[in-house]
């Protein structure tokens, strides 16, 4: 059962003037740098929860609606790989142009010349934010998949713990079923926000209000031309509801192009007398969440682009009130303490506790299942551990876990009847240290039976790119601790628990 907050219920309007309401500037507050910022979404959201944020931006239009509207610096630029930006940053947003991974857009991905990660990836590793995270569109998680796994493994190479969901801004208050995935780098104790709307969410006529019924001033309607075609559409999609904004639901994703664009596939309103018409400015912008004050530059097609192409200022500010919780919390994180019932000390200032006995063997059990219930309180210790100091271990796959924890243990040399108290830590040269290929010789050695087969000594890639990627970067792990220069992929570098 969900454990969703219940919101209070306000008027679409009234809502959002109380929750996108500016507090005053105060100059000591975190900064955010707004990478490919547009008419400035994201940045109302999280100047909403009380950060600073500047903008960096190649459009002329959605920088002057930014500066406009958030009263703060938006740099108008087209960016380049290794950016400068302002120094000292706290966190680094962003929403790197989607073209390339838009399910509408032909999912080119890397090979698409409007790519904007590889310069958002040089601006986190020059500027090194304690949190970094990016929105894009969910065809990131299709075709291009493999170069999302390249992007997540490039910031675990920079020392940061990623996560991406992707989220419905329906759930956090926006009147439309909006579908994007967040990615989030973090060093640990991350959490996504909370859904407030899953079960309440506003609806089209609820955000339209009064305006659904009116004919504004220089209304464009469909034809009958028009008309024709969208039904040819429809049936061609085998649509069993006309695709007309329905005031009862939440509207489909707004878009640049189903806004401004005279499509099969356009945003429109049936008015009472059956004649079809396209959204106003103002009505596109109450859908994609921006209050009325939010004022937008230029022609009428640059300002269906800006809406469009934003984030919907709600879940930004449901994404950015995680960002400050984190903020908030994280200089504990290593602080955290697990209490049973002898605590032994291993790194960081947390402590596990050694249990009293193993598990006996059961006189009914298979060998194989003995020696796995012989093994497993230490991989449940190591789990802990992890847990402990913020990696998200209750949301992997069980052999994922499995995989994770077994790295632990073999880092710090610890075998089934070993206790924490023999751990063994990096304390110079001659300490214990393993190569991800010795970490794999010690798993098959001594937890055979947790792994269900061996490990092939081929894979030593995999424990870097996947276990030692996350290990590393939460400060548990050492890196190249024996031979600080190896290169990254050098199978010779050496890996030890952190004994400081």
């Known amino acids: ?111 698409d010349s409007r790519d904007g990660f590889p310069i958002f990836l040089d601006a986190i590793k020059r500027y090194s934010p304690h949190l970094a995270l990016f929105e894009n569109v969910r065809g990131m998680t299709y075709r291009n998949k493999s170069y999302l796994e390249e992007i997540v493994s490039a910031l ?65 309607f469909l034809t009958a031309s028009m008309d024709a075609y969208i039904a040819r559409y429809e049936a061609a999609s085998k649509c069993i509801r006309p695709r007309d904004l329905h005031l009862d639901i939440p509207s489909r994703t707004v878009t640049c192009r189903n806004l401004s664009a005279p499509t099969g596939d356009m945003l429109r309103l049936r008015l009472p007398d059956g004649r079809r018409r396209r959204l106003t400015v103002r009505e596109g912008a109450r859908l994609q969440s921006f209050p009325d004050w939010y004022e937008f530059q230029g022609t009428e097609e640059s300002q269906f682009n800006q809406i469009g192409n934003a984030v919907p200022p709600l879940m930004a500010k ?41 598990p006996k063997k059961t006189r009914n059990a298979t060998p194989r299942l003995a020696k796995k219930s012989y093994m497993e309180p230490k991989v449940d210790e190591a789990l802990r551990i992890l847990k402990a100091i913020g990696i998200p271990v209750d949301s992997m796959t069980r052999r994922r876990k499995d995989r994770l924890a077994l790295t632990l243990l073999a880092v710090a040399n610890i075998k089934p009847n070993t206790t924490w108290s023999e751990a063994l830590c990096w304390k110079g040269q001659g300490s214990w240290s393993l190569t991800s290929r010795e970490i794999i010789d010690f798993c098959n050695a001594n937890y055979l039976h947790v792994l269900g087969k061996e490990l092939s000594r081929g894979s030593y890639d995999d424990v870097r790119r996947k276990e030692l990627a996350i290990l590393v970067p939460s400060g548990l792990v050492l890196r190249s601790v024996a031979n600080p220069d190896a290169n990254t992929n050098d199978p010779t570098r050496s890996y030890a628990i952190n004994g400081t």
């Open 156 to 220: 675990q190479e920079l020392g940061y713990i990623v996560e991406y969901e992707i989220l419905n801004a329906a759930n956090y208050g926006v009147p439309q079923r909006r579908e994007r995935l967040v990615c989030v780098a973090h060093q640990g104790g991350w959490k996504f926000p909370d859904k407030t709307h899953q079960y309440t969410p506003y609806t089209v006529g609820q955000a339209l209000g009064e305006l659904a019924f009116l004919v504004p001033p220089k209304a464009k």
């Open 318 to 358: 449901a994404i950015a009130k995680s960002v400050k919780k984190y903020l908030n919390g994280n200089s504990n994180c290593s602080k955290i303490h697990i209490y049973l019932n002898q605590p032994v000390q291993l790194s960081l200032g947390f402590a596990v506790e050694v249990p009293i006995a193993l």
């Open 1 to 111: 059962m969900s454990t969703q907050k219940r919101t209070e219920r306000l008027p679409y309007t009234e809502f959002l003037e109380r929750e996108l309401r500016l507090p005053d500037r105060d100059d000591s507050a975190p900064l955010v740098i707004d990478l490919f910022a547009g008419c400035g979404g994201l940045a109302l959201g999280f100047e909403a929860v009380g950060f600073r944020t500047v903008g960096y931006e190649m459009l002329e239009d959605a920088c002057l609606t930014y500066r406009h509207n958030l009263q703060t610096k938006c740099n108008h630029v087209t960016l380049t790989r290794n950016p400068e930006l302002l120094e000292s940053a706290s966190v680094i947003i962003g929403a790197p142009p989607c073209q390339p991974f838009s399910v509408g857009g032909y999912q080119s991905g890397l090979r």
